[in-house]
């Protein structure tokens, strides 16, 4: 829903379809903030934050299954709504690591440990209820 995501949707179809769940993590307090100056002002959060056996919250927002239940039921529905046809989906960093991560653990384990650039491209084929990671995180142009 935010219109730099939308801008880039514009570029691959001329009417994108607006999805809210798929709106970045919602990062509370420390919204905005670069991972270093989380890391020199917040360490107990910064440690908190490669814990995978933690589900830690940001203080006043939400926590790696809190994103991973959002982005599953939105793009079960998705899927649910678009039966065997070609979808493009763009959206935003942790949505994609989300995504991904659930697609090759099932869970949100990997989070913070896969990068994505802006703009690039990541294609998932999918079989029945199986998921197959075609590329990743391939530049767009």
Known sequence: PLKR????????????I??????????????????????????????KLDNPELDFRF?????KSDILNRTRA????????????????VCHTIVIMSCISDILTNSASLLWRL?????????????DDKAVLSYLNRSAQ
Not at 59 to 63: A, H, L, R, T, W
Not at 74 to 89: E, F, G, P, T, Y
Request: glycine share 4%; proline share 4%; charged share 25%.
């Open 18 to 47: 607006i999805v809210n769940d798929l709106h970045e993590m919602n990062f509370g307090d420390i919204d905005g903030e670069q991972i270093l100056k989380v890391k020199e002002l917040y360490p107990d959060i910064f440690e």
């Open 59 to 63: 203080p006043n927002g939400e926590s």
């Open 74 to 89: 939105v793009i079960k529905d998705i899927l649910n709504r678009n039966d065997c046809q070609k979808i493009a989906i």
């Open 115 to 127: 990068e994505f650039a802006n703009c690039s491209v990541t294609k998932v084929k999918l079989f």
């Open 5 to 16: 995501a939308y801008q880039t949707a514009l570029a691959v179809s001329d009417n994108p």
